[in-house]
């Protein structure tokens, strides 16, 4: 997106995936489809548990079961029953999102563009946020 020099990226998009729809290479239904697949391809909290041995499949399933009571998210529901520590919790979802799906290769697999095109608008995006970012820091 040109901007003329010295003139603040106010309504920029902040979002990749905003990005992609104001572009026209996606719709907001492919988006949150791609969302939603790369959310469903992230490990389970507790199966990175129980495979880096911090946990049992016992103490998942006793997790799992006390958070229909609660409400609370896995990690917090397994610190709060000491089936984990607060230090363990944020490691594990560290690498969970490590693991997360590459939202690219999301949109590729599902046909919405090729990966050159929205490389491309990946690699805009990520120069204009760096501009923006400049911009802000002179503002302030």
Same mark, same amino acid.
């Given at each position: 997106m040109?901007r003329?020099?010295g003139?603040?990226?106010?309504n920029?998009? +902040? #979002?990749?995936?905003t +990005? !992609?729809? @104001?572009?026209? !290479?996606?719709?907001?239904? @492919?988006?949150?489809?791609?969302?939603?697949?790369?959310?469903?391809?992230?490990?389970?909290?507790?199966?990175?548990?129980?495979a880096?041995? !911090?946990m049992?499949?016992r103490?998942?399933f006793?997790?799992?079961?006390?958070?229909?009571?609660?409400g #609370?998210?896995?990690? =917090? @529901?397994?610190?709060?029953l $000491? /089936?984990?520590?607060?230090a363990?919790?944020?490691?594990? #979802?560290?690498? @969970? /999102?490590?693991?997360r799906?590459?939202?690219?290769?999301? !949109?590729v697999?599902q $046909?919405?563009?090729s990966?050159?095109? #929205?490389?491309?608008?990946?690699?805009?995006?990520? +120069?204009?946020?760096?501009?923006?970012?400049a =911009?802000?820091? +002179?503002?302030?």
């Amino acid at each position: 997106m040109p901007r003329n020099v010295g003139e603040p990226a106010v309504n920029m998009p +902040r #979002l990749f995936e905003t +990005r !992609l729809v @104001q572009l026209g !290479l996606a719709t907001p239904s @492919q988006i949150l489809d791609a969302i939603e697949i790369a959310a469903a391809e992230r490990p389970p909290l507790g199966r990175l548990a129980v495979a880096r041995g !911090l946990m049992t499949m016992r103490s998942v399933f006793r997790v799992v079961e006390a958070q229909a009571g609660s409400g #609370l998210r896995f990690g =917090d @529901q397994a610190v709060a029953l $000491g /089936c984990l520590r607060e230090a363990d919790l944020f490691e594990l #979802l560290r690498a @969970q /999102c490590e693991m997360r799906a590459d939202f690219v290769s999301v !949109l590729v697999r599902q $046909g919405v563009a090729s990966r050159e095109v #929205l490389e491309a608008a990946r690699s805009e995006f990520r +120069r204009d946020s760096i501009e923006a970012d400049a =911009d802000l820091a +002179r503002m302030v």
